[in-house]
């Protein structure tokens, strides 16, 4: 009961300090008089229990603020409090608290991945290291042998897993992240260019030759609805040669944008997360010309998101907004010659290269706990981020990964 009380005291916290706010400092309240940071832990703990009458709602929302406001300037404070919190507990003789706490520390394997064994999806994985780490893994071939958790958040990579999943009880529908529902609008080109409708940062789109030719400017490209990698994708040079165009293969046209550069970003909750620059390595990547058969290749070069320009995440943020039902989504963007910002191409089950499922993890476990992971859980995290870099980096001999 105290944990499910410190739970919603902390989201209390992260949620409603206002935005612009002064960030919190050690209280200097009558009371405290420095103690929170000159105590030893074991005289804090008595401290507290004293100054709080063994009241644990009030002892613990106390050391609760303290850590949420000093997390990130402070980590060592912050987690002397955590151990303040322990104290408490064993001075109190509350073992049943003080197991609890020790139970529910470690921040990884608490997210589940739904995803399609044979896809593909090596990012995922790396020959088991990754799921091993910290997402739990959840496919048809073990789903009825793992020890599913209804309350943990579920990521999905594989619509009809976790469809089966439940369908079957296993999880809870609120706690799915990219709802099967709402993926297909993410994949379907015709379905993107229709929910994002005529907006100024799209190419101009149309969905018959017809409307092409009436509407567009040439040259234009020809799309199938589905698709990846550029595959499929044709460059219509003039109006004549729409006559060979079959409609059955080719149901969406665009106009030509002669782009100046292109980049991926992996976005959370309206947030963009993960950026990776991305570079032609074929005449069909730079140009877009070349047969419908082939497939487009690019170099990916990881990209810190800290420095990503107003111009990119003003757009990016519009377009999460649209895709709201989607919290995990990747959008394919690219600068025009004319310095405009286009989004190309959406994706809700993106490829993961580099420490992007590290990121990713992060940003699912904070939201749905409504607490960041604690310190140990980051220390292997980031261990095992410099692990996927190499990895990365390793993969085509180092071709086409790379860091920026």
Not at 59 to 81: C, H, W
Not at 316 to 323: M, R, S
Not at 383 to 403: C, N, P, Q, V
């Amino acid at each position: 009961m105290i944990l499910k009380y410190l739970k919603l005291f902390e989201q209390f916290i992260l949620e409603k300090k206002p935005k612009g706010a002064p960030d919190f400092h050690h209280s200097d309240a009558p009371d405290a008089e420095g103690r929170f940071k000159d105590l030893s832990i074991k005289d804090l703990a008595a401290w507290l229990i004293k100054t709080r009458k063994k009241d644990l709602k009030k002892i613990s929302g106390s050391l609760t603020q303290q850590i949420v406001f000093n997390r990130k300037s402070d980590p060592k404070y912050a987690e002397k409090m955590e151990k303040t919190r322990k104290e408490v507990y064993k001075q109190l003789g509350r073992e049943d608290l003080l197991k609890e706490s020790v139970d529910t520390e470690n921040g990884l394997g608490k997210v589940y991945l739904a995803f399609r064994e044979d896809s593909g999806q090596r990012w995922w994985t790396y020959k088991g290291f990754a799921g091993d780490k910290f997402f739990t893994q959840i496919h048809e071939n073990n789903m009825d042998d793992v020890d599913i958790n209804p309350d943990y958040p579920v990521l999905t990579y594989h619509s009809d897993t976790v469809n089966k999943l439940l369908k079957a009880g296993k999880i809870k529908k609120e706690n799915v992240y990219n709802h099967p529902d709402h993926i297909s609008s993410s994949g379907s080109k015709e379905e993107f260019h229709k929910l994002v409708g005529e907006d100024e940062n799209i190419p101009k789109t149309v969905y018959s030759k017809n409307d092409a030719l009436e509407n567009l400017e040439f040259p234009i490209i020809a799309k199938p609805a589905r698709g990846h990698s550029g595959k499929g994708i044709q460059i219509i040079e003039k109006p004549d040669l729409m006559e060979d165009v079959d409609e059955k293969i080719f149901d969406t046209f665009s106009e030509y944008i002669d782009k100046a550069e292109e980049h991926r970003f992996i976005n959370f909750k309206g947030k963009p997360i993960f950026w990776m620059e991305r570079t032609p390595l074929n005449e069909k990547a730079k140009t877009g010309k070349g047969s419908a058969k082939g497939e487009m290749e690019f170099g990916y070069a990881k990209r810190d998101i800290k420095d990503l320009p107003k111009d990119y995440k003003k757009v990016l943020e519009k377009f999460c907004k649209i895709y709201e039902d989607l919290p995990y989504m990747c959008f394919d963007v690219m600068k025009g010659k004319n310095g405009k910002v286009y989004i190309i191409e959406s994706n809700a089950q993106p490829g993961v290269p580099f420490d992007s499922t590290v990121e990713t993890y992060k940003h699912i476990y904070e939201d749905f706990y409504k607490k960041p992971l604690d310190e140990q859980s980051l220390t292997k995290l980031n261990k095992y981020a410099k692990t996927m870099i190499e990895k990365t980096l390793e993969k085509d001999g180092g071709k086409r990964f790379s860091i920026k």
